[in-house]
């Protein structure tokens, strides 16, 4: 096998398409939705010592948990669209790897980064508002953002759209570090790239026990869900058999499943803060999320296939603008209640997040008609062979960020 990393452009590998990965997608993006939104306006005017408070953020703490899902999506698309491109090409172009996501992610990052940085102290000194800004540009221009709030006491960013920026920084790190090491150092066992990562998360989080926000957002701790999602997508393209036998299941056994998954998991909870409780717990969060993209692809019987429902599909190609934009229309929402001086009781609030919903929907397909779609067709284009087809929309599908 051969790795290129040659300036020679590759020939356009005919990437698989999941159509139901589109609609998980959008339901892991709806579940942050959700949680940012409510979080913050409860934040802002509900009494912390509220009952509605304490039990509410606990139910939307649930949402929170899509970024994880992204994540294990990231590691199952991307080890599959490497290992098919080797197998359908005879060699893996890390340099053409590296272009596509440079394409697919930086536009819209850097002007999420611009909007934090620039626009909203520019306002705030324009409207005479006190403002301080801890989080580090230069730590979020070299895609370190998730490690930018451990030097300054765990401080979230004052700019909110800037707080949702750390996940990004986790996937811009893994593409950096994930075709080396599963096609070249690990390329004579592949599991062995999978089983190191997971190793290493697990050591960080059973010695990071009680430190919540390192557990949250540090790159090492949050590594095991792309390397479950790897480990995922290894198997599937690597054995027939093991899709097949995904395929056989009976419609009755893909929700018992995800039932006796579910009491796993609340058992689980129930053990508390132990070290070792503390460490295992997301890697069978991981798995149980694995175990979605593996039924939503390969179940054939399953009776929860996103993929029937048109609207969770088409919204799943725009899942990284929203992502990236709904901060900043819950930013602007907020400003207008405080300027309006509406009132903050709990049904204006839940209202109110309702609005922010279609708002964040058309910001992000504005961005990519006009920022994302433009870099896309730039890498088609730049990538593929003179003669090959190529799916412009299927680049877009296989890019998968998180949110």
């Not at 395929?247 to 056994?253: F, L, M, T, V």
Request: charge should be positive; glycine fraction near 6%.
């Amino acid at each position: 096998m051969t790795i290129l990393i040659t300036h020679r452009p590759a020939m356009k590998t005919r990437a698989t398409y999941f159509p139901n990965l589109d609609g998980l997608r959008t339901v892991a993006c709806l579940g942050v939705f959700l949680f940012h939104t409510l979080y913050l306006y409860a934040y802002l005017w509900t009494p912390h010592d509220a009952p509605v408070f304490r039990y509410g953020l606990r139910l939307l703490s649930v949402g929170a948990q899509g970024v994880s899902l992204f994540f294990v999506l990231s590691g199952f698309l991307i080890t599959y669209l490497l290992l098919q491109e080797e197998a359908e090409q005879g060699q893996v172009s890390i340099r053409g790897f590296y272009l596509r996501r440079v394409l697919r992610i930086w536009p819209l990052y850097f002007a999420c980064m611009a909007f934090g940085f620039v626009v909203v102290p520019w306002y705030m000194h324009l409207t005479g508002q006190p403002w301080h800004e801890t989080a580090d540009p230069g730590m979020y221009a070299l895609f370190l953002a998730n490690l930018d709030a451990f030097r300054h006491a765990n401080a979230v960013p004052a700019t909110f759209n800037l707080a949702v920026l750390w996940s990004v920084s986790v996937e811009e790190q893994f593409y950096l570090v994930w075709p080396v090491l599963l096609m070249v150092l690990f390329r004579w066992w592949r599991p062995g790239a999978f089983l190191l990562i997971i190793g290493v998360s697990l050591w960080f989080r059973y010695t990071h026990a009680t430190d919540d926000a390192r557990l949250f957002a540090h790159t090492l701790s949050v590594a095991g869900d792309l390397a479950v999602g790897g480990l995922a997508g290894w198997a599937s393209f690597r054995y027939a058999g093991f899709r097949a036998w995904l395929g056989r299941w009976p419609r009755w056994a893909v929700p018992a499943v995800y039932v006796a998954l579910f009491a796993l998991m609340a058992g689980q909870h129930a053990l508390g803060s132990h070290p070792l409780n503390v460490a295992v717990e997301r890697l069978v969060r991981s798995a149980f999320f694995a175990f979605i993209v593996l039924e939503q692809n390969y179940a054939a019987h399953s009776p929860f296939k996103l993929g029937r429902s048109r609207w969770l599909t088409y919204w799943g190609t725009f899942t990284y603008g929203f992502y990236c934009l709904h901060p900043i229309v819950i930013m602007v929402v907020s400003e207008a209640i405080t300027r309006l001086h509406l009132p903050t009781q709990l049904p204006t609030v839940i209202g109110l997040a309702l609005v922010s919903l279609p708002l964040s929907a058309g910001l992000a397909w504005l961005s990519y008609q006009y920022l994302e779609r433009p870099f896309l067709k730039l890498k088609t284009r730049r990538l593929a062979a003179p003669g090959v087809s190529s799916s412009q929309t299927q680049e877009v599908r296989e890019a998968v960020v998180n949110g």
